[in-house]
């Protein structure tokens, strides 16, 4: 494995991020572990009012950051936000619908891209980048995670409206109109270039990007949309801050990891729950491994998540490695769960 940093900090995500086998654990956070399974979080989110209220008022992001470092001691703290903040700021509507999800004005011709305006959007990202300071403040030596969507997960909503099971209309729009749909890419790169540059200046010490659509495409696409704009994105925030390490998350992508791990620039892959362990292994040679318990098994815990936490440390735990979920905690899982998890994967550290 090649060292990739020669002072990386004592915290053993960080280490994990540099290349280096953990220092005493393996280091453990879960993607959207700010969130409704916690009690403190839903008591937060009625005070804010909206989501986007939520994610803009820094004390209350900040808070809802702290609350499962407080009560878990994960080893690092994602900044609470969500990826639609880029195509908010650039000024396309965007409202989140209790039990239904976001909702946007879609983009479908070039005239509705020419509408956006990236002049403006330091105003909102200026809220995340205080929300990232005033957490920064109370986490002590955890270190955090700014993130943003990856270009083509974001381009898929701001065409569609929403989420899509197939994505088809922003791959109707790549077919029909290449040259916009080139734009609308190059113009999501542009701008979470400088949304995830302002992050770490803020403070974050790493930062992930968030590809959740990237296994729909077909490898020509592949290139195209997710490899060629993320090696753009990562290349920007590398050569802004060349000691802020950045994780891919290109979920549903397996067949691709070693191609978009070579092409990136990342420092970390992270991987669904469909991704083999030996796959996984496998590309530890190359770069740090996060994932990839299944989200449900977390929710059903007993003595199935215990077998499966345990095959997943067994199998990638001394070499760099982040355990974390193959996608995001549902709101429904229980507390006692997660505390499970935590003390299963803290207490593996004693074994190396």
């Not at 290139?223 to 390490?245: N, Q």
Request: glycine residues 10%.
């Amino acid at each position: 494995m090649v060292d990739r940093g020669n002072e990386a900090s004592e915290a053993p995500f960080l280490q994990a991020l540099a290349g280096k086998q953990p220092r005493g654990r393996v280091p453990i956070w879960l993607m959207r572990q700010a969130g409704r399974y916690l009690p403190e979080y839903r008591k937060v989110r009625a005070e804010a009012g909206s989501f986007l209220d939520l994610c803009y008022t820094p004390k209350l992001a900040a808070e809802v950051t702290l609350q499962p470092i407080r009560r878990f001691g994960f080893d690092a703290a994602i900044i609470f936000s969500d990826i639609l903040i880029v195509p908010h700021a650039l000024g396309q509507h965007v409202t989140f619908e209790e039990g239904e999800g976001p909702r946007l004005e879609p983009i479908s011709t070039a005239a509705d891209l020419a509408r956006l305006d990236p002049a403006r959007v330091e105003e909102r990202f200026g809220l995340v980048y205080e929300a990232i300071r005033e957490t920064v403040a109370g986490l002590g030596s955890t270190p955090l995670i700014g993130f943003c969507g990856a270009p083509w997960t974001v381009a898929t909503y701001m065409v569609e409206g929403g989420g899509s099971p197939d994505q088809r209309a922003a791959k109707l729009f790549s077919y029909r109109d290449r040259a916009a749909f080139s734009d609308l890419i190059g113009l999501i790169v542009q701008v979470s270039a400088s949304y995830l540059i302002g992050q770490a200046g803020a403070g974050a010490r790493a930062l992930q990007i968030f590809d959740s659509w990237a296994g729909s495409l077909s490898d020509s696409d592949f290139e195209d949309w997710v490899i060629a704009p993320t090696a753009d994105l990562v290349g920007r925030v590398k050569t802004a801050c060349p000691d802020v390490s950045v994780i891919g998350f290109p979920r549903g992508s397996g067949p691709n990891y070693r191609r978009y791990a070579e092409a990136t620039g990342i420092d970390g892959l992270g991987c669904d729950t469909a991704a083999p362990l030996s796959l996984m292994r496998n590309m530890q040679a190359q770069v740090t491994v996060q994932g990839n318990l299944d989200p449900i098994l977390l929710l059903a815990g007993g003595d199935a998540m215990e077998r499966r936490v345990m095959a997943i440390l067994d199998s990638l735990g001394r070499g760099p490695f982040i355990f974390n979920l193959g996608h995001g905690i549902l709101p429904e899982t229980p507390i006692a769960h997660v505390e499970r998890l935590v003390e299963m994967v803290h207490g593996f550290n004693r074994q190396f």
